[in-house]
Every structure is written in C-alpha cells, then in structure tokens.
C-alpha cells in the first residue's frame, strides 16, 4: 500500500511562483525515477521534469529555465519550483513515481493531482 500526496497548488497571477511536494508513503523499499506531469483541460497529459535516484534531471522545453524539481530522499520527496509562471502553465499537476514496495515489483505509482491556476 503505497500513496502519493502533492500540495502546494493554488491561484497565482503571471510571474509569480508556486512550490510543489509530493510525499511518498507506504510499505516503500526503495523508490527510483520520481516525476511530475501535467493536464489542462482538452489536452493530453504531458511529461513536465524527471528526476533520478542518482539525481539527474529532464524537462519539457516549455519549462526549462523556469521549473526546477529535486528530491529528498530522506523524507521520500519530490519537489517542483515553479518561477515566472505564464498562464499557459495553468493545469492539474500529477506526482508520478516508481517505486519499489515490500512484496511488490517495482511499478508506477500516481498521486491525486493538485490545481494550478495561473492569472494574467
């Protein structure tokens, strides 16, 4: 039994920045490659930034520049710094992680979602 919690979303206007977190909770024994996505409305999800256990990074063209995500390990955390945030940005953000759990293949894992609205 493994969950994923993102918080952090929210109304911002342009320009501004939003943090995101993603904790990671459960029978966990070691968690890999940890994410975050993105959908807005009529559109498809798409892949945002990726992070490594050994800490290397890729991010959509659209956000490089301005998103940076890291982890903590320690508290099984990923997290997503977003600057100079454009409305184009406004979506709902997934927290995706894959993860290895007791008595369980490693597999994908999925959190709820978190709003993020951005004004101009």
């Known amino acids: 039994q493994v969950q994923l919690v993102e918080s952090g979303g929210g109304l911002v206007q342009a320009g501004g920045s939003l943090r995101l977190s993603c904790a990671a909770s459960?029978?966990?024994?070691?968690?890999?490659?940890m994410g975050w996505y993105r959908q807005a409305p009529e559109k498809q999800r798409e892949l945002v930034a990726v992070?490594?256990?050994?800490?290397?990074?890729n991010y959509a063209d659209s956000v490089k520049g301005r998103f940076t995500i890291s982890r903590d390990n320690a508290k099984n955390t990923v997290y997503l710094q977003m600057n100079s945030l454009k409305p184009e940005d406004t979506a709902v953000y997934y927290c995706?992680?894959?993860?290895?759990?007791?008595?369980?293949?490693?597999?994908?894992?999925w959190g709820h979602g978190t709003q993020v609205t951005v004004s101009s």
């Open positions: 995706n992680a894959d993860i290895w759990a007791i008595f369980s293949r490693t597999r994908d894992y």
């Open positions: 992070i490594t256990s050994g800490g290397s990074t």
């Open positions: 459960g029978s966990i024994v070691d968690i890999r490659t």
